[in-house]
């Protein structure tokens, strides 16, 4: 069996910076690049489909029980990789096996998080994985109809995947009596509009009723009022992705390639100031160090200032917190942020705090769909603040201010994008507060600011 060490270090060795997320970690699976790898052939030729095979005991077995297959997944350790880390196995384990009417599968394609850009190249470089995934799923939880909601800005992945779902269907992988059996699955994707609120599950759920994409009250949970107000189970796009390798190879496999409460690989998608910048999939535990050397290291020499190690949402981490940190939930949370969507975005010691926050800020007071008066109104107002203390006429008072707005919108909205927008203005002035003190001093003025 694979080590982790090892596919850490075969994974370093071919030098690609792209991810096709099929787990076996060798030069040959990126010969994808061109987009030439991605069909049914390909991937049958590299194990595809060989999971749904077993559990509908078409390789000579007897098959796996719905239950075994969810223990499967339990074993793996396996979290959502969407943001919240919650227990895939636990998770599918809440859906009504026994429920009469129709149930739902969804997978979260909605990948909007800013520096998160991992999902669209599953979908664009391995579809079937994802496929065969979902299918797998679908099986453990007795659903029969499932939809892949795709982001609104990533429209050639959609049509990738569209093309992938036609070939799983003539194959027989998809549709009535799957390979001669009992089973019977349909899949659709949807298309998003690049809304990032419909990222949020039950904003999803939302636009794919044709309704505007706003977040539902919970409880209900979708589990038991889901998709047009049926049962239904929501995971991200890696997160299926995961689910083959694991019925293959069995849940300690896949649990061993990461860490105890953390199974597995994860895709992390590095930007800002590395040389090389891109996605990486490297074991759950991994320092970041060895994943920023992966990246080619902080761009030209300079010196790392600080770290976004789970995308926008996630607070902000200086240099000499995140390089003593691993690549994984529990020790991230334990620094301070979250693992989030794994999006690292890394900033050096040119970056200005303030600045950075503007952008933040302006971003999430865009995109609050209004719902919530808290995040309506105070998403509005923390980019308002920051936008006059990067211009010069900041006051005495705003960072109190900011820290007092900040608290008033996080854990006071229907959804997580309020806390999306506070906690990375909490963090920056935790971290960072004399830079803003600085500027607020100085009228503005970045050079003598630095000064």
């Known amino acids: 069996m694979t080590t982790a060490a090892e596919i850490l270090s075969q994974f370093k060795a071919t030098g690609v910076q792209t991810c096709f997320h099929d787990r076996h970690i060798n030069p040959q699976i990126y010969a994808?690049?061109?987009?030439?790898?991605?069909?049914?052939?390909?991937?049958?030729?590299?194990?595809?489909?060989?999971?749904?095979?077993?559990?509908?005991?078409?390789?000579?077995?007897?098959?796996?029980?719905?239950?075994?297959?969810?223990a499967t997944v339990k074993e793996s350790g396996l979290r959502g990789r969407g943001g919240a880390g919650f227990p895939t196995g636990l998770k599918w384990s809440f859906m009504p096996r026994s429920f009469p009417g129709q149930k739902y599968l969804v997978c979260n394609s909605d990948e909007g998080e800013p520096g998160t850009c991992k999902d669209r190249d599953i979908l664009q470089f391995n579809p079937h994985i994802v496929i065969e995934g979902m299918i797998i799923a679908a099986y453990a939880m007795g659903i029969s109809v499932g939809y892949n909601y795709i982001h609104g800005e990533i429209f050639q992945s959609y049509e990738r995947f569209e093309a992938a779902l036609e070939e799983a269907r003539a194959a027989?992988?998809?549709?009535?009596?799957?390979?001669?059996?009992?089973?019977s699955f349909q899949l659709h994707a949807a298309h998003g509009f690049?809304?990032?609120?419909?990222?949020?599950?039950?904003?999803?759920?939302?636009?794919?009723?044709?309704?505007?994409?706003?977040?539902?009250?919970?409880?209900?949970?979708?589990?038991?009022?889901?998709?047009?107000?049926?049962?239904?189970?929501i995971n991200n796009t890696e997160t299926f992705a995961a689910v083959p390798w694991i019925i293959r190879n069995g849940g300690a496999a896949y649990l061993e390639c990461g860490k105890p409460n953390n199974g597995g690989t994860k895709i992390f998608s590095v930007s800002g100031d590395v040389e090389r910048p891109g996605n990486y999939e490297i074991p759950l535990g991994t320092p970041f160090s060895k994943l920023l050397e992966l990246a080619g290291g902080v761009r030209k020499g300079r010196q790392l200032k600080a770290v976004i190690p789970g995308g926008s949402s996630s607070p902000v981490l200086p240099a000499s917190i995140i390089m003593e940190c691993t690549m994984d939930y529990d020790?991230?949370?334990?620094?301070?942020?979250?693992?989030?969507s794994g999006a690292v975005i890394v900033m050096d010691d040119s970056r200005s705090m303030v600045e950075s926050l503007l952008r933040l800020s302006y971003f999430y007071s865009h995109e609050s769909c209004g719902q919530c008066t808290p995040c309506r109104e105070g998403t509005g107002w923390m980019w308002r603040?920051?936008?006059?203390?990067?211009?010069?006429?900041?006051?005495?008072?705003?960072?109190?201010?900011?820290?007092?707005?900040?608290?008033?919108?996080?854990?006071?909205?229907?959804?997580?994008?309020?806390?999306?927008?506070?906690?990375?203005?909490?963090a920056?002035?935790?971290?960072?507060?004399?830079?803003?003190?600085a500027l607020i001093r100085n009228k503005g003025s970045q050079a003598a600011a630095s000064a």
């Open 331 to 340: 020790s991230i949370a334990k620094a301070g942020s979250m693992l989030g």
């Open 172 to 183: 027989g992988y998809l549709g009535d009596s799957i390979m001669g059996s009992n089973f």
């Open 385 to 426: 603040v920051i936008d006059r203390i990067q211009h010069g006429q900041g006051r005495d008072g705003d960072l109190d201010l900011l820290n007092s707005v900040a608290d008033n919108i996080q854990g006071r909205t229907i959804c997580a994008l309020g806390d999306a927008a506070a906690m990375p203005v909490r």
């Open 428 to 437: 920056m002035l935790k971290h960072f507060r004399p830079e803003f003190e």
């Open 32 to 70: 994808g690049l061109n987009g030439s790898n991605w069909s049914i052939k390909d991937y049958e030729a590299r194990g595809g489909y060989q999971a749904l095979r077993r559990i509908l005991g078409k390789d000579g077995g007897e098959g796996l029980t719905q239950d075994q297959v969810i």
């Open 194 to 233: 690049g809304a990032y609120i419909c990222g949020e599950e039950t904003a999803l759920l939302e636009s794919l009723e044709g309704k505007k994409g706003q977040p539902r009250f919970k409880p209900p949970f979708p589990a038991s009022f889901g998709l047009y107000g049926k049962p239904t189970t």
